[in-house]
């Protein structure tokens, strides 16, 4: 090869570089964007269910008032709602940032495929 044949295919590299580092982060913001929507998707989908652990936990109070044998009844939806309320936070926080910054996080997606 001559140097002129070897300088231009490395003006082609590192044309194609800059081009697939440009599309690399906007698909990464992209990408970005999708995990913010399932966060949203889960934050809705565990807030219905903790909505229905709620009322069977006030059906179980109710009938465990009642001289009922329902103490489990008050205790599974007690202990499953309190964990699903701390699942809802952290999906949350996670949203929250996803939302505010989310070239931090294109970045960081990129940047952990690098070896």
Do not use: C
Not at 18 to 30: C, I, P
Not at 37 to 44: D, E, L
């Amino acid at each position: 090869m001559t140097p002129e044949q070897i300088q231009e295919l490395i003006d082609k590299l590192l044309g194609m570089g800059e081009t697939m580092a440009t599309q690399g982060f906007r698909l990464a913001l992209l990408q970005v964007q999708v995990n913010f929507w399932q966060n949203a998707a889960w934050i809705v989908f565990l807030f219905l269910v903790e909505v229905g652990l709620y009322k069977l936990f006030r059906h179980a109070l109710a009938k465990f008032e009642d001289n009922e044998e329902w103490a489990m009844g008050i205790i599974f939806p007690g202990i499953f709602g309190l964990a699903i309320g701390f699942i809802i936070a952290t999906l949350l926080s996670q949203a929250i940032a996803f939302a505010i910054n989310p070239e931090w996080y294109a970045i960081e997606k990129i940047m952990s495929l690098l070896p």
